[in-house]
């Protein structure tokens, strides 16, 4: 089997189309046709549906599509090992980010990495929902690294890197002096995420009152922002989802200690890459008060793909209760 056709493969199911595919790959349009007519005939099925809108991927040619991913990534390894072992890294690292973190940590190491090595290419894909995304980007070697809130997954190793306290964003006239109380907070109209990063507040709201129902359910921060500025309510968000408060708002801390964990997923096999090492060990010097733990030592690697348990950080304290105290 030719590594081209996985790669043809690869670039029309990202592309949609034959001539996309071809412009990417540097090849003519005929070289991509070949290659995808001999991969078919040597597994035997149709991977791609062609028409006149251009070609998308049959349900067996997605589930090839994966694999022809895992391939690559092994074949980008391999190319990283060699290379390791001479001195150097090079190559491309896929980093699969929520915002946040994209903001206040992947930036900062990237910027450091660019400096001890410039022949890493570091690409980033911003994901909206932590839940799926992150962790379906790892699954199909879309993605080596995740930045994402804590995951609980069997499969993914996960060390948290820091800890994000939700805030009341509220108008500067607000009643609400110093900090707020949930107690308080819940009788007012409050505005919340729609996605997976309110779930840790919602349930402190929940355990505070049973009946609670937010005024609004906004999947942008900005939009949330926009309400509090034009007094439709009050806005609980993480602290690190907070970039610009519009003018005549202000941040509240809040009584009661309601965080989500951030940090950085894997897969095992991933540990086996220089370039996720390599990663890894930055985010534990930048971090060190995280839970990534030592990967290599003076005298070769501490932590290897197969020391999944020893890798494992204690998963109890992965995902915070709604309320841990208050202040």
Known sequence: MKLQGLRALLAIVEHGSFSEAALELGVSQSTVSHAIAELEEELGVRLLE??????????????????????????????????????????????????????????????????????????????????????????????????????????????????????????????????????????????????????????????????????????????MLALVARGLGVALMPELTVDALPPGTRIAPLVEHVERGLGVAVLPRSLKVPAVRVFLERLREMFPEGEVPPLDGPKGPLLHADDVDAARPNQSAAWPGPIASAD
């Open 50 to 223: 062609r028409g006149r809108f251009g070609a998308v991927p049959t349900p067996v040619g997605e589930r090839v599509a994966d694999h022809a991913r895992a391939v690559e990534a092994a074949v980008a390894a391999m190319f990283q090992e060699a290379a390791f072992h001479r001195e150097e890294l090079r190559g491309e690292l896929c980093v699969s980010a929520i915002r946040s973190l994209a903001v206040h940590v992947l930036a900062p190491v990237m910027s450091s990495l660019r400096e001890t090595h410039p022949d890493l290419r570091v690409t980033v894909s911003e994901v909206a929902n932590w839940a799926r995304e992150p962790m379906a980007h790892l699954r199909t070697a879309r993605a080596d690294v995740a930045l994402t809130m804590s995951s609980l997954a069997e499969d993914v190793l996960f060390w948290r890197l820091l800890r994000d306290p939700y805030v009341a964003v509220v108008r500067e006239d607000c009643t609400v002096r110093g900090r707020a109380s949930l107690r308080d907070l819940v009788r007012q109209p409050l505005i919340v995420s729609s996605g997976p990063c309110s779930w840790p507040i919602r349930g402190a709201l929940l355990s505070v009152d049973p009946t609670f129902q937010p005024a609004y359910e906004i999947a942008d921060d900005s939009t």
